[in-house]
């Protein structure tokens, strides 16, 4: 056996997936939970469960003494953080070392050059892996306005510490630059805790595409293929698929080399994603490394047949990977996110009880949710219910498949993206293959949904 009890530090659907992993490899599971997740599909299948705090995130799943402490109080050996929340939080990882737990994720050291954008940048700099022109690190103001003037406008100022969209700005001439620089420093040190600032060369039109990958302990790599994720909104994925429409073999071969190397060269173990960009010509440039398990890791489950959870805890254990180099792939895979937002509201998030939850069936069709009949979808969290994931022979047939699960989808009591999902997975331009990370925006005067009632 791996280990014999396991605690599962997050809630929703990523909890009910990591726990079913568990019990799979014949491990208990511990949840914790908020007061307003009492209730949670993910606290009923747990072996064990410890209320760790009110509904605020910060008082509750944020907590780090608080969810230590309910590990270390159910006698689990392992914490697997899920994604999210403290996911990549190093000062976690070291927490759960100091009390004798094993963190499943990269070591606290790792997480830590890699968190900083501009630190893993210079880390792939000397794996030779390709980057977008920009600064080589942080950088005072006079130093960026340099650098913007020698590579030219656009360009787009991030937060070293950032994630998510926060912090920040694109800049599309230079009499712009200094008020963006304030703004984004500004909301990155609010968000963050750092201001600091890098600047890069807007890729545009440009493709966002990442590599999963898979480490041990004992120097070997697994990779795992590609997601395609351009299609996006604020910075956030809303439907991802693989492989990639915009790779030929030879980019996809030139990605996972590079991405091996970088895993080599930084003594990485886990599950990590390698995230890049693609240009006008499919050239790639890395922008970050996510140290974690991501919110579309089905997609490449569908595809090679792994299972990147169970994985991840084997690793954690010091077990080998059976599987190294490349991992085979079979056919063709889309998820799609099911949001609790109102797409036609500007996706204003859309908590409430949801009345009915139906989801699909039939072959090559997966749903990871926590959400039953009456579930209540608080305020507090992540407006994600639900994923739905397909696969098929080749791309147009899982595209079909994917149309006809989300018919056959049912979630009422809430608006949720469901029609907005139709709506792209139908138009012409996702089915062409050739659309970029402004697809939204672009068609957004074509798109049902996005029209106000």
Known sequence: MV?????????????????????????????????????????????????????????????????????????CEAVHPGYGFLAENPAFARACADNDLVFVGPSPE?????????SAKAEMRAADVPLVPGTAGSAPLEEIREAAEAIGFPVMLKATAGGGGKGMRLVDYPDGLDDAFAAAAAEAEAAFGDGALYLEKVVAPARHVEIQVLCDRHGNVLTLGERECSIQRRHQKLVEESPSPALSPETREEMETAVERACRTLGYEGAGTFEFLLGLEGEPYFIEVNCRLQV????????????????????????????????????????????????????????????????????????????????TVPPYYDSLIAKLIVSDDDRPAAIERALRALRELEVTGIPTTR???????GSDGFRSGAYSTGYLEEMEAHLPSLRPA
């Open 419 to 425: 029609e907005l999902a139709l709506d792209v997975l």
């Open 110 to 118: 790792v997480m830590e050059r890699l968190g900083d954008k501009a």
């Open 296 to 375: 579309e890791h089905p997609v490449t489950e569908m595809l090679t047949g792994v299972d990147i959870v169970r994985e991840q805890v084997r690793i954690a254990a010091g077990e080998s990977l059976a599987v190294t180099g490349r991992a085979p792939r079979r056919g063709h895979a889309i998820e799609i996110r099911i949001n609790a937002e109102d797409p036609a509201r500007g996706f204003v998030p859309s908590p409430g009880v949801v009345e009915r939850f139906r989801p699909p069936l039939g072959p090559g069709v997966r749903v990871d949710t926590a959400v039953e009949d009456g579930t």
């Open 3 to 75: 280990f014999e009890r396991v605690l599962v530090a997050n809630r929703g659907e990523i909890a009910v997936r990591v726990i079913r992993a568990l019990h799979e490899l014949g491990i208990e599971a511990v949840a914790v939970y908020s007061t307003a997740d009492s209730e949670a599909l993910h606290v009923r299948l747990a072996d064990q469960a410890v209320c760790i705090g009110p509904p605020a995130a910060g008082e509750s799943y944020l907590r780090i003494p608080s969810v230590v402490a309910a590990a270390v109080t159910t006698g």
